[in-house]
């Protein structure tokens, strides 16, 4: 990265963190829901974008999260900070244990695996006792948008610097040729089995984390929107629009997209989601690899860009 | 010697299909040995059983005198196996030197944590296969030649003992060949027992110190490669039966 490069995100980081001193109460709401979507994206982008594994799983992550938070404070009347470690912890031995077995799939199968998993939790949450079964949790409401706006900008500003340091690490180098080419990988030496396992478990200590700062922050939870599949769906979305298997693409996909869904929900009310799907699909068809790519070829292309992607992809 | 590596009764069955057959031989250190035989004679599968992406059906392999049956493909790798692949399998979009990198980086003895060495170290893989010019590129932008000395400079940075080629020379001209049996050559001289399989009857009589044939699945000829050429089992399998 270069010196100006460096400069441009410090800056961005700072305009960001005074939000909640310049910006309206609107702004800081939107503000914490665009950061922990970004924060999702990036978590998803672990495994996704770097690893190459599409998992549909990440929103179970999610709940685990939320959960770990919601059962600590209201049924053991334990801190936040307790809750965030305890949902952690559900997160990674959900990982381990769930990703030995499916991240022997590859491509579809594997989506599909983990396609299943969020519906399997939210049925089996339904039913325990201690989560409050399908009537849900209710958390002691704090009410202090701010923090939880810097609370959500310091997860994904973590989760940001994890992402690059892996660009320049043995293990990232290592999840990248699992992507490119899994059986070219195993024979340099690199254990794909355990790279994988800690790369879904990485992927989904960031999205826990997300998940209990959200629960705190909503107060409520029910095993419908914990375990909620179209959240996956939305973080695969952010991270792909924005450029997958690179550091800064997923956020900058997730701010996008979230601008642009509040935009379209305030302005066109009824028919929003419709407007969203059309964005959504052009964005597809003229830059299937993401706002980076664009951004790195356009300047030599020019506007050629776009019929080349329509080329190049027969559509 | 002990040898470097030794595969003794190797056998491998696809549902009933017996792909290797009861295959021994072994790979003294330094040496280059030739594996030659007609389209699905089980060279591939070999080469695939020795760095275990594929498990034996029955047979033993020594590496340095230890059995490596039990062992992972990934762990064959970090003992010093390192190979190529026929249908090359480069990571697209790294650039050439990062692809280098990967292999020195895992690779033998679990390679080298610091990413500014192993690509260095890459860097000198490139150079001694004659890629040093390109080392930006993306590895997908490579053209068949240059892919064919990219997979040599991926295994070369694992620093292995054995190095088993799978077809590197395969849609080559005959410049290029003669530069690959030099990159070849230039391996061995740096201590490295080599396995290669090879469709260019010229090239790898040339380059191998001995040659072995499989044909369907079985060893049929082992020996100097002047004897081995010369032999009417070894003739009768790549051209027929001569007609009296």
Not at chain 1, 270 to 298: C, E, N, S, W, Y
Not at chain 1, 299 to 315: D, P, Q, T, V
Not at chain 2, 84 to 96: A, D, E, G, L, N
Request: with cysteine.
């Amino acid at each position: 990265m270069k010196a100006w490069q460096i400069g441009l995100v410090l800056a961005a980081l700072v305009a960001l963190a005074g939000v909640p001193w310049y910006g309206s109460d609107v702004l800081i709401q939107f503000g914490i829901n665009a950061l922990l979507m970004a924060v999702l994206a990036q978590g998803w982008n672990i495994i996704g974008g770097y690893t190459g594994y599409a998992s549909f799983g990440n929103s179970v992550f999610y709940g685990l999260g939320s959960y770990g938070v919601a059962i600590a404070m209201v049924q053991w009347h334990l801190p936040f900070a307790v809750g965030m470690v305890f949902g952690v912890l559900l997160a990674v031995v959900f990982a381990v244990l769930l990703g030995i077995p499916v991240l022997r799939l590859k491509g579809h199968y594997f989506a599909i695996a983990t396609l299943a998993l969020a519906q399997v939790m939210t049925a089996i949450v339904s039913n325990v006792g201690l989560a409050g079964q399908n009537i849900g949790l209710v958390l002691p409401p704090l009410n202090n948008d701010p923090l939880f706006y810097e609370l959500s900008l310091g997860l994904l500003t973590v989760a940001t610097l994890t992402i690059w340091g892996l660009t320049r690490s043995r293990f990232g180098f290592g999840l990248i040729a699992i992507r490119e080419n899994e059986e070219g990988a195993v024979v340099m030496g690199v254990n794909t089995t355990l790279y994988k396992v800690l790369a879904f478990a990485l992927s989904g200590i960031f999205s826990a984390l997300a998940g209990g700062i959200h629960a705190y922050w909503i107060t409520f939870l029910d095993p419908a929107s914990a375990f909620d599949i179209s959240l996956n769906v939305k973080m695969i979305i952010m991270a792909v629009f924005g450029g997958p298997g690179t550091v800064l693409g997923p956020i900058v996909g997730a701010f996008t997209l979230s601008a642009v869904s509040e935009f379209l929900s305030s302005e066109v009310t009824r028919i929003a989601g419709l407007f969203f799907g059309v964005v959504i699909v052009v964005a597809v068809v003229l830059m299937p690899r993401g706002l980076a790519d664009l951004f790195r070829r356009m300047r030599k292309m020019g506007w050629s860009y776009f019929s080349e992607n329509i080329r190049a992809h027969r559509l | 010697m002990t040898p470097v590596l030794e595969v003794r009764n190797a056998t491998r069955h696809f549902a009933g299909l017996v792909a290797v057959d009861d295959v021994s031989f072994t790979l003294a250190p330094g040496e280059i040995l030739g594996l030659i035989g007609p389209n699905g004679a089980g060279k591939t599968t070999l080469i695939s059983l020795i760095s275990g992406t594929h498990d034996l059906s029955a047979g033993e392999i020594f590496f340095q005198g230890e059995s490596i049956n039990h062992l992972l493909a990934f762990r064959r790798a970090r003992l010093g196996i390192g190979r190529t692949f026929q249908i090359m399998r480069p990571f697209p979009v790294m650039s050439v030197l990062d692809n280098v990198a990967v292999g020195a980086l895992f690779g033998r003895g679990g390679g080298q944590p610091k990413l500014a060495v192993a690509r260095e170290q890459a860097r000198e893989c490139l150079e001694f296969v004659g890629l040093g010019k390109i080392i930006d590129k993306r590895a997908d932008e490579l053209g068949g030649p240059d892919r064919k000395r990219l997979e040599l400079a991926k295994a070369l940075a694992m620093q292995p003992q054995v190095l088993l080629c799978d077809e590197v020379m395969a849609g080559l001209n005959h410049v290029e060949i003669d530069e690959v049996i030099d990159v070849i050559r230039k391996v061995r001289d740096l201590g490295i027992s080599i396995l290669v399989i090879e469709h260019v009857i010229k090239a790898i009589k040339s380059l191998s110190d001995r040659l072995l044939v499989l044909h369907h699945g079985e060893k049929i000829a082992d020996g100097t490669p002047d004897a081995v050429l010369a032999d009417p089992i070894v003739i009768e399998a790549y051209l027929g039966k001569k007609r009296a």
